[in-house]
């Protein structure tokens, strides 16, 4: 058996808190979710005026970050044209985003869920979502 | 031009707060989901514990309970054989309900939006869905 | 944070090869799969002989057995005509099976995966699902 | 009639075994799959530590091989801009996958199969696979 650390809905609740406080901060009305170590949702959250192609790209950067144990936004540059992952945006049936935005959250040193954020800009949902994990952890941005 | 009425995530935090002290009281750890009245996701929480194939069960009875402005419970009683609805339920791709616990909001004689609840038994989520319903309108379950 | 226990690897080649002993004893080749707690796939094996469209049906069955805590056969009968859960068997984009051969398997009663047979009769898959269940726990089914 | 040289069980269990020895040698747990000549998965297992997103990843690269009786990353360089096929990724529900990592395993100048490896980096993901085919060949890579 396999002892495995996951975010609960409280954490869940902090992170989305903390991305929310930012998205008002910075004016932009985003979708949060967050997921847990194995990429199931949590807690989701679409600000009024969120956008309803965001629900969608929020849960799967967060599912996404989640599974890669990386940001969106690193998958998006082995994505371009000429690199290796080039195309892998299309796997998963589109759930594999390559955009900025989605996040793993680590604890201990461990993947213990994700979260992901759209509507805005990729660098507003990334700074959303980063605005989300420091929130939680409340000392670095638990990127891997 | 149409003017629509709609949740906003304030209303949105009311109906699965509602959801969640009754499934607290009761015992059973619950996916609770909240459809604005076009069908789109407005919020999701999985209590700790709540199951992982009641995540998209809970999104698609909130969806299916707004867009029939009914409970999914009436629904599922249409869908028996002999009904004129029978086989409904695979519509959708499958997003069609016809489990209880679903149920549209409704405002002033309008659907606002809804609310889905699953991991119990049907009575159960049906149940939790309604304290959700009377958490927000705090006078009647605003069932169509 | 919540602690999660969840098959490993070793394990779940255990679940395997009991099911795989008991399929060769009655003489149906079969599909056998095995998911972690959270319904995602850890190993999974098609004997010679197991049919194509086994596969993904014994995937979801421990999917669906995993994510209701149930055998799938438990869920086949709430999905029967005038049972609550009829039309069940939609959802998920069909995923969620409602024809036995899909076994939760506890561990200190708690889910800590699940596994899925598919080739034979129901029965014939349910047998063959226990016999893998047994041979982890060698003491009891395991099943919620 | 046509009669067809396919893998069996026991060769897919050989192809893992070596993928999974490389595996554990340059210590990135793995996802592992193994399609027949039908594209059709006969063998999957997911190493303690491999990633979620990485499961149908290593399923579908299999798939992708098989099918196109080419390593994926040859494909890859074909999907690229400019190139004939570039778009192709999106093909088949996004099955097709252009990512190294994939390889078809051949006999007597036939394809009879196909492996997929993901968790990696592609180039790593590619070693993967080599070693599991070069295992089961003895010989050479196998590829066409």
């Known amino acids: 058996m396999l002892t495995i650390t996951r975010l609960d809905i409280d954490d869940a609740g ?3 808190a903390g991305a ?5 901060e910075i004016g ?4 949060i979710a967050v997921t847990d170590e194995s990429g199931n949702l949590i807690a989701f ?3 009024d ?6 629900i969608n790209l929020a849960i799967d950067k967060s599912f996404t970050a989640t599974g890669i144990q990386k940001g969106t936004d690193a998958l998006g540059e082995a994505n371009q044209p000429g690199m290796a992952a080039h195309g892998i945006s299309s796997t998963l049936g589109g759930r594999m985003v390559t955009v900025a935005g989605g996040l ?3 604890f201990d040193g461990q993947v213990v869920g994700g979260i992901g954020v759209s509507s805005g800009s ?3 949902d990334l700074e959303v ?5 420091s929130a939680l952890c409340e000392v670095e941005l638990g990127r891997v």
């Open 122 to 124: 990729p660098a507003q």
């Open 28 to 31: 932009v009305p985003m979708c």
């Open 45 to 47: 959250e679409r600000m």
């Open 104 to 106: 793993p959250v680590s």
């Open 20 to 24: 929310r406080a930012k998205a008002q």
């Open 14 to 16: 902090k992170l989305i």
């Open 49 to 54: 005026g969120g956008k309803i192609t965001s």
């Open 129 to 133: 979502a980063q605005a989300g994990v």
